[in-house]
């Protein structure tokens, strides 16, 4: 027993050391997935938008998915990812972060924004075009904890009835606009 204890003694340090690796390890492979309400407007015109971000660091893109309409209906799908990440001086992230992604609506508009966040996208500001028209949209946590549906938490009052049209009209919109760079993934 003495001589379990003494190279228990000894190898301390090891052990410690492995430890630490090994929670490194876990918390470097930790994934998030959340969901954040998105609301803002067309500039020029000063309508209402709604809608909701997802988002996940599971995959290597970092990135999430976006979609947004008036309080009653879906419009416009897109999905972004990290364009630039910032960092300090020792070249250590500092958690602020800029996506770039494309966006297309039911009705055949296509277009771009970009979210600029200071908390790895939890929330953030989002600003793009659609078919040349201005919006400016600000994340939000949802309105009440309590909340189990999308019009609690979002505002939202959207059904999803056509969900299998609408996919397959986000399709072609997205081939329309650029048929060589469509990614399938974008509509999931």
């Known amino acids: 027993m003495l001589a379990v204890l003494r190279c228990a003694w000894t190898l301390r340090g090891f052990t410690i050391a492995s430890f630490m690796v090994a929670m ?7 994934s998030y997935l959340f969901v954040r309400g998105v609301e803002g407007s067309y500039l020029a015109t000063g309508t209402p938008v709604l809608g909701k971000v997802t988002a ?7 990135g999430g998915t976006i ?15 990290v364009w630039q990440v910032k ?4 070249k250590l992230e500092t958690g602020e972060r800029t996506y770039r992604g494309k966006i297309y609506c039911l ?3 296509a277009g771009a924004f970009e979210l600029i966040s200071k ?9 793009g075009q659609i078919n040349g028209e201005a919006f ?15 019009e609690c938490r979002w505002g939202l009052k959207w059904t999803y009835e056509n969900e299998r049209d609408n996919v397959r009209t986000y399709y072609r919109v997205a081939t329309e606009h650029e048929p060589d760079s469509v990614d399938p993934r974008m509509l999931y």
């Open 56 to 62: 996940s660091n599971e995959s290597e893109e970092m």
């Open 87 to 90: 960092t300090n001086f020792w």
């Open 24 to 30: 490194g390890f876990t918390v470097a492979g930790c």
């Open 107 to 109: 009705d055949g508009r």
């Open 136 to 150: 400016q949209l600000d994340m939000f946590e949802s309105k009440s904890r309590e909340c189990k549906t999308d």
């Open 67 to 81: 979609e947004i309409g008036s309080a009653e209906r879906q419009q416009c799908k897109g999905r972004y990812r």
């Open 119 to 127: 908390d790895n996208g939890k929330t953030g500001s989002i600003t």
